[in-house]
């Protein structure tokens, strides 16, 4: 009725499709996202630094921009201070996107792998490419 000499090699086939994609992630699963730095404002910095240690931006980045919002809005505070000898304003789209333009390659990364999407691109305008 059934002819072996198809079932057993179909199987093995079968099998090796289903369990592929769980292999892969074995073989993944180190993978880190990169958040890429070469942007035109950071490489012409002289001390490449963030608004805060980068240990801090990584874990506390959505916190400082809370706080900059409810500075801004709340209490019309726009001033931050100078970061390598540059005047900024504590702003999404002017300060930290200026420096992080390459959004893609920076934001993006980061967020699709843990999953993440920040809604404020609702209304703040994200920079285009680099
Ligand atoms: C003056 C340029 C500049 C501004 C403004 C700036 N950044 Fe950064 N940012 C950097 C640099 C340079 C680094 C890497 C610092 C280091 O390696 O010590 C960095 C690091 C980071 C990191 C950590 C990346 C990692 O790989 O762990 C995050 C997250 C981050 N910034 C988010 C932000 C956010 C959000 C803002 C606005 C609140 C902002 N940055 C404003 C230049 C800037
Ligand atoms: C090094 C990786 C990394 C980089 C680079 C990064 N983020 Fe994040 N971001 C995260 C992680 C992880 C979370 C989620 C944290 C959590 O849920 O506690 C997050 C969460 C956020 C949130 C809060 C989202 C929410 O729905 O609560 C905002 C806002 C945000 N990021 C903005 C930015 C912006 C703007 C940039 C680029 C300038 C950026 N992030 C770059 C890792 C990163
Ligand atoms: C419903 C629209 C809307 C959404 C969504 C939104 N914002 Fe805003 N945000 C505003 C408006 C309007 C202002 C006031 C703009 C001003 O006075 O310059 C503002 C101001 C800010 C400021 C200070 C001023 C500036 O230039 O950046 C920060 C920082 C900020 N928002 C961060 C965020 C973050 C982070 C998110 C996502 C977690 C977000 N916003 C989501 C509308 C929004």
Known sequence: MYDKSKIIPGLIIFVGLVTLPFLYNLVTADFKPEASLDTPVINKMSKKQCVRSKDIMKTEHMKVLHEWRDSVVRHGEREYGM???????????????????????????CHTYVDVKPYCWNCHIAPEGK
Do not use: A
Not at 83 to 109: A, G, P, W
């Open 83 to 109: 970061i390598d000898e540059v005047k900024y304003e504590k702003s999404l789209q002017k300060t930290c996107m200026k420096c992080h333009s390459n959004k893609k390659d920076f934001c993006d990364r």
